[in-house]
């Protein structure tokens, strides 16, 4: 075992495990888009990020692909870290809006709008199919193909492929096609119908995640922030 700073506390963690998992552990929530427990990390979606080092001289890295070493730094849940997830699922809605799944993360991180130019595609290239596929189908009848903006996921060739049994594993752990979103027509690409929004006060807390629902100190702010109101009218 080793000992590493997690959020301000030191924690014990398993040599040769990933910040995420160890995170995981210790329940701290981290959005995920294209890990998943059974497969190898692929680092794609980069929502997992954390700041890794000291505040003055830190980077931010993905949780999924870093490994824990004696004496890591790492803050989860800091104001900036929190606005670059932001950003990114806002990304992630304005490629996808029909996702359930990106949707819900929307509604979870407080998404209010959306920047982007939606572009309504099928996929979000997390390769969560093709890793799939290749490790636990033991089939490798998809992949990567083109750079940049051409960048999809098909067969060789774009062709049949011989050794795809249609096991449909490919669909089954697509966040994009695997559960449409239900809700009511959004009247942008933002949907927030099925979860409540629930934004980890970070404000309140010095940049440090708060466990606490409802949250006594935000409780005290609001009804603060209210009194004010009520005294300068
Ligand atoms: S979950 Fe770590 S990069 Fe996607």
Redesign the pocket.
């Known amino acids: 075992m080793i000992t590493i700073n997690l959020n301000k506390v030191d924690v014990k963690v398993e040599e040769g495990s990933t910040i ?1 998992e160890t995170c995981k552990f210790y329940s701290i929530p981290i ?5 998943h427990e059974g497969l190898s ?9 954390v700041e890794v080092g000291t505040p003055e001289n830190f980077k931010v890295a ?4 870093y490994p824990v070493r004696e004496g890591l730094v790492v803050r989860t849940h800091t104001k900036r870290i929190i606005e670059i997830r932001k950003m990114l699922i806002e990304l992630l809605v304005a490629l996808c809006p029909s996702s359930k799944t990106i949707q819900d993360l929307a509604s979870e991180y407080a998404v209010t709008h959306v920047r982007f130019k939606p572009k309504n595609k099928d996929c979000v290239l ?1 390769g969560l199919c093709v890793r799939m596929c290749a490790e636990q189908m033991d089939a490798k009848a998809i992949g990567f193909v083109g750079r940049g903006i051409n960048r999809e996921i098909t067969t060789a060739f774009d062709v049949k492929s011989d050794v795809c049994r249609t096991c449909g594993a490919c669909m089954y752990i697509c966040p994009t096609c695997q559960m449409r979103c239900q809700g009511p027509e959004p009247s942008g690409v933002l949907c927030n119908s099925c979860l409540n929004i629930s934004y980890p006060c970070v404000d309140v807390h010095n940049q440090v995640m708060c466990y606490m629902d409802p949250c006594g100190a935000c409780l005290l702010k609001e009804s603060e922030e209210k009194k004010k109101v009520v005294s300068s009218k």
């Open positions: 995420l959005p995920t888009l294209c890990y990390p692929g680092g794609a979606c980069r929502l997992c990020i993905s949780s999924c692909t997390c």
